[in-house]
């Protein structure tokens, strides 16, 4: 992993965490599709990898299904935690210091942007997608 992705990690795991203080939100609404449409990861890649950074200690038993199908990457879920941790931290503080108006405002924003992006633009390349054009592209230059 390159210190690029690392830092998109630690920068998705942080605005999830930030909206997840604030508005009660994290993993479905904005982890998983942050995953796929910015980093490229599949659905299913990047719900396995939500599911073991929220809900690891409630959820543990989908989260041993989604990682036996190899849909889970646990370095992945560290970095991503980190970031997480502070965003929820700062999100929390910035929701309870405005009106709660301006919260469900945020929310049904946000709703609405994500909703807008999945049913109406495409999404990059899969990681694994990539990987496998970049491997072949290797192997004809050889």
Known sequence: MDINTIVMLLTIGFFTGI????????????????????LGYSQLDAQGI????????????GVFQYYKQGHVDFNIVLILAIGFVLGSFLGSKISLSISQEIVKR??????????????????KKTVVESTQIENVTEKSHQ
């Open 106 to 123: 945020i929310f049904a924003i946000l709703l609405l942007v994500i909703a807008i992006k999945m049913l109406f633009f495409d999404k």
């Open 50 to 61: 939500s599911l073991a950074l929220i809900m690891f200690p409630v959820g543990i038993l």
């Open 19 to 38: 909206l997840g203080g604030m508005v009660g939100v994290g993993g479905g609404i904005i982890l998983v599709p942050a995953l796929v449409f910015i």
